[in-house]
T-cell receptor, first 117, second 109 residues
Framework: DTAVSQTPKYLVTQMGNDKSIKCEQNLGHDTMYWYKQDSKKFLKIMFSYNNKELIINETVPNRFSPKSPDKAHLNLHINSLELGDSAVYFC????????????????FGPGTRLTVL | GEDVEQSLFLSVREGDSSVINCTYTDSSSTYLYWYKQEPGAGLQLLTYIFSNMDMKQDQRLTVLLNKKDKHLSLRIADTQTGDSAIYFCAESPLYKLSFGAGTTVTVRA
């Protein structure tokens, strides 16, 4: 069984459109994340959620709106897509929050490749 | 990322050792990580080290940590073709992982 799954795997759309990417984890984890990987493979945190509550928003434009209907799901909705949004978006989860004195392994989904034309 | 730096490329002959170096800035990171990304896939955790340790060995993998210089390295012994991938170093400030830009390792026969 896939631990962290994302849909769709590929998404091609026109500038200005609104799209969503879904993420589900079946690991029973409390914390979920969205990362963006650009064309140079640079990977950067976008959002962190713990128990459905937002704990990190890394200066992401407000066109991006994450939604966590329950602890197993963290979806990413993007309004008014721009060319610069083209990237691979990774969802991840961990048992509890990562960082500081906590080691909680993050498990990554397979990624969603978004191409904005 | 700007806080974690790695060299971008490494080419190694099959059977040789690979060494990937990383420098980080966040002194609050109690754990430091190495992740591996194969083509078209997500990241998977390779290994990690507690910041009070100098070295950790896990089969073919050896992690060295110099906390004073904030320098981390990953050595892969007897590198195989299946080791060709991008390797990311990561520090762990609160609530997230901060990744380096990744080192693309190419294993040649």
């Amino acid at each position: 069984d896939t631990a962290v799954s994302q849909t769709p795997k590929y998404l091609v759309t026109q500038m200005g459109n609104d799209k969503s990417i879904k993420c589900e984890q079946n690991l029973g984890h409390d914390t979920m994340y969205w990362y963006k990987q650009d064309s140079k493979k640079f990977l950067k945190i976008m959002f962190s959620y713990n128990n459905k509550e937002l704990i990190i928003n890394e200066t992401v434009p407000n066109r991006f709106s994450p939604k966590s209907p329950d602890k197993a799901h963290l979806n990413l909705h993007i309004n008014s897509l721009e060319l610069g949004d083209s990237a691979v978006y990774f969802c991840a989860s961990s048992q509890d929050v990562t960082g500081g004195e906590n080691h909680n392994e993050q498990f990554f989904g397979p990624g969603t490749r978004l191409t904005v034309l | 990322g700007e806080d974690v730096e790695q060299s971008l490329f490494l080419s190694v002959r099959e059977g040789d050792s690979s060494v990937i170096n990383c420098t980080y800035t966040d002194s609050s990171s109690t754990y430091l990580y190495w992740y591996k990304q194969e083509p078209g896939a997500g990241l998977q955790l390779l290994t990690y080290i507690f910041s009070n340790m100098d070295m950790k060995q896990d089969q073919r993998l050896t992690v060295l940590l110099n906390k004073k210089d904030k320098h981390l390295s990953l050595r892969i012994a007897d590198t195989q073709t299946g080791d060709s991938a991008i390797y990311f170093c990561a520090e762990s400030p609160l609530y997230k992982l901060s990744f380096g830009a990744g080192t693309t390792v190419t294993v040649r026969a």
